[in-house]
């Protein structure tokens, strides 16, 4: 593989490409079908993963593999590269399929590719809006992962190409229809008046991730640094000499501007809003029915916040050699009817440092993360279960009938179902992009360290110009989103 790729030579489309490897081998048996909705092996759609780090080792391969054959993966590090087209070649082996797998540095040569049907994007979140509406264009379905954005600007124009493509887009947040069900039967339980006239939520999302100073580092052979870095402004690499997590979520890597670690840089991604808050603010605003029309304006004042460098006035960092999303927050978002939604990093006072507690006037509170879902009034579901519509009518097309429902991967299955029949999946862009718009507006509440307003309808900041600012963002020459439509 080679390591320095121009940005030049990326925007070359040569049939040489990028490609750094193609794995052929002949294999007479034609495979299996799995347990999948594809009743036979050639209707099975073929899948490409773009973006093969720790989310394709913890989910995207060994469920998405269960309904189609690995056509391609794809990754700017080769390592991953390498490691992925491992995983893909023994599932191929044991389910006896064709062992034709392609490998590939440049994401467009599986765009290309008219044996790819689906595309499963698990790239670091800046590069997901770009690879997102090529495949849309590309004639691909879509599942990607959370956040699908990193302004809104760009989930404005990934709606443009959904529409003009006609493809099916899933995005990857799984609280929706897995953990048992628990948070979909949270936020149906809301909607059913559980605890009467909705007075505050609290969303804990913890702090984003603390660190020092990054050395200067020479880039490993491995990464292609100038392609990862995408979009964004050109930085110089850095990273720790030593290995700080050994254990845990993505254990392995150093601290530095990539691989698990980019998160914690706003300009890679958003911090715990765009991490946690993706999943949190979600289920929040689905169960209070604030993701449709007709959500007026959303009063946001950031009350605590602790940035881990200094910003300047016009809520840019001044350091750019550690991480500098916020640390600890307590953000206030008031809704027009009144509902107040606090979303912050931890609320010892109730008891607890991760997921939503919905509270009445009554005093009536209950708590839902992906471990429970506690309070009195959840206990009384038991003498008084939600009515059979309940679940169903939190989604344009019901997954909830489905046995399998609720279970870990039914998120992935709930997509290839979509693939099938072109229904609405459960995680859909539209919502997605309206939530997390709400998420990207605290952002730049806690930012700017200031009261904004936030307008769904216009989804601007009035006439806060500072603010509307932040809606779009200058992208890197080359790497710029093309928003032409296929009309």
Request: proline share 4%; charged share 25%; net charge neutral.
């Amino acid at each position: 593989m080679k390591n320095k790729s121009s940005r030049r030579g990326f925007l070359k489309a040569t049939a040489a490409g990028a490609a750094v490897g193609y794995f052929s081998a002949s294999n007479s048996s034609q495979g299996s079908t799995l347990r999948s909705g594809y009743q036979s092996v050639n209707e099975q759609p073929g899948i490409a993963f773009i973006g093969t780090g720790i989310r394709f080792h913890t989910y995207h391969g060994k469920h998405a593999l269960k309904h189609g054959p690995c056509v391609g993966v794809c990754d700017v590090d080769s390592i991953q590269l390498g490691r992925a087209l491992q995983v893909a070649i023994d599932h191929h082996r044991e389910q006896k399929r064709e062992l034709v797998i392609g490998a590939h540095e440049d994401y467009r040569h599986l765009l290309d590719n008219k044996d790819v049907d689906v595309v499963v994007i698990g790239s670091v979140d800046h590069w997901h809006s770009r690879i997102v509406i090529e495949a849309l264009r590309a004639g691909k379905d879509v599942y990607c992962e959370k956040p699908v954005t990193l302004t809104i600007r760009e989930g404005q124009q990934i709606l443009a190409a959904l529409k003009d493509s006609g493809r099916v887009l899933q995005v990857g947040t799984q609280q929706r229809t897995e953990f048992d069900g628990r948070f979909a039967k949270a936020a149906a339980m809301l909607r059913d008046n559980r605890i009467g006239e909705v007075a505050e939520l609290n969303i804990c999302l913890g702090g984003s991730r603390e660190g020092g100073v990054l050395p200067l580092a020479k880039v490993p052979k491995n990464l292609n640094w100038d392609l990862w870095q995408g979009q964004c402004a050109e930085q110089n690499y850095r990273a720790e000499t030593k290995i700080v997590d050994v254990k845990g979520w993505g254990a392995g890597f150093p601290f530095s501007r990539a691989h698990r670690y980019y998160r914690w840089f706003y300009e890679y991604s958003g911090g715990k809003l765009t991490d946690w808050g993706a999943h949190h603010v979600d289920i929040a605003l689905l169960a209070l029915d604030k993701l449709g029309d007709g959500v007026g304006p959303i009063e946001i004042d950031p009350l605590e916040v602790t940035h881990p460098v200094p910003f300047d006035d016009k809520g840019m960092p001044l350091e750019d050699d550690r991480f500098n999303c916020a640390t600890a927050f307590k953000v206030k978002c008031t809704f027009e009817d009144g509902v107040e939604m606090f979303v912050r990093d931890q609320a010892p006072e109730l008891g607890f440092d991760n997921g939503i507690m919905f509270t009445g006037k009554n005093k009536q509170r209950y708590l839902v993360n992906r471990g429970k879902l506690v309070g009195s009034p959840a206990k009384e579901l038991n003498e008084k279960p939600l009515p059979d519509d309940a679940i169903p009518r939190l989604y344009l097309d019901d997954p909830s009938h489905d046995e399998e429902f609720g279970s870990e991967g039914f998120h992935m299955k709930n997509f290839m179902d979509c693939v099938k029949s072109r229904k609405t999946p459960a995680s859909d862009m539209q919502s997605h992009h309206r939530m997390l718009n709400v998420c990207h507006a605290i952002n730049v509440a806690m930012r700017l360290n200031r009261k904004v307003t936030f307008d769904p309808k216009t989804e601007t900041f009035g006439n806060d110009e500072l603010a509307n600012s932040f809606i779009e963002r200058e992208q890197r020459p080359g790497y710029e989103v093309d928003t032409r439509t296929n009309g």
